[in-house]
């Protein structure tokens, strides 16, 4: 079945850092990609998506590229700041279960 | 849209007692997700619904755990009885078609005493 890995946190950051959380995918085929943000105490929120090979998804500063040859979808962004704290999924979709989500990773900015 | 609407947003309870979760999925939309979230095993599928339909229920814990979707606004997560490991905060989630982004409601945050 379909997987999606991410890196383990919690990742810790100085304000204005650049970031990276890696994520990869198996599926067959190829599904669309998405990264969703989860601030506290509240449900998860679409942050971005892509939908096939080399397209790029960006919201608030955020990016992730879809590459195919090697079925990643990095999450960056240039300047994190202290809002950006929170936790980070990363899903495959386009299957007939649903989505698939990684574990999440906790992102600390410190100021 | 108001979004995906859940009821009620925090329950205490004490263990043995019924518990019911309740969802309004977006208007218009096909699937419905019930997800399960804890800090050791993060965030569980534990059914869908497409067109109202149970499409998979493996992620149901045990037989305590029962949903429902009797129409296309509405549904139903059932813990009876219910146990302090059930404690967790369960999300429910709608998408258009069911590979689709999903949209999540706010979560119910369940305390089983």
């Known amino acids: 079945g379909n997987s999606v890995t991410q890196m383990e946190g919690p990742v810790t950051l100085s304000e204005e850092a650049f970031l990276t959380i890696n994520c990869t995918y198996t599926a067959t085929g190829y599904p669309s990609l998405f990264w969703y943000v989860q601030y506290p105490g509240e449900g998860l929120q679409l942050l971005l998506k892509?939908?096939?090979?080399?397209d790029k998804g960006s919201n608030k500063g955020f990016e992730a590229t879809y590459r195919k040859e090697t079925t990643s979808f990095h999450l960056e962004k240039g300047s994190v700041q202290v809002s950006d704290s929170a936790v980070y999924f990363c899903a495959s979709g386009g299957g007939a279960d649903g989505l698939t989500f990684g574990k999440g990773t906790h992102l600390i900015i410190q100021p | 849209d108001a979004g995906v609407i859940q009821s009620p947003r925090h329950e205490v309870t004490e263990m043995g007692q019924e518990v019911t979760l309740r969802c309004k999925p977006i208007?218009?939309?096909?699937?419905l997700f019930w997800y399960r979230q804890t800090m050791m095993r993060g965030l569980e599928l534990l059914i869908y619904f497409n067109n109202n339909v149970p499409i998979d229920d493996s992620g149901m814990p045990e037989d305590r755990f029962s949903a429902k979707m009797p129409n296309a606004s509405f549904s139903t997560l059932k813990i009876q009885p219910s146990e302090p490991r059930d404690s967790a905060v369960y999300f429910c989630?709608?998408?258009?078609?069911?590979?689709?982004?999903?949209?999540f409601g706010p979560g119910t945050r369940l305390t089983v005493l």
């Open positions: 208007s218009g939309h096909n699937s």
């Open positions: 892509a939908t096939k090979a080399d």
């Open positions: 989630a709608s998408s258009f078609v069911r590979g689709d982004e999903q949209f």
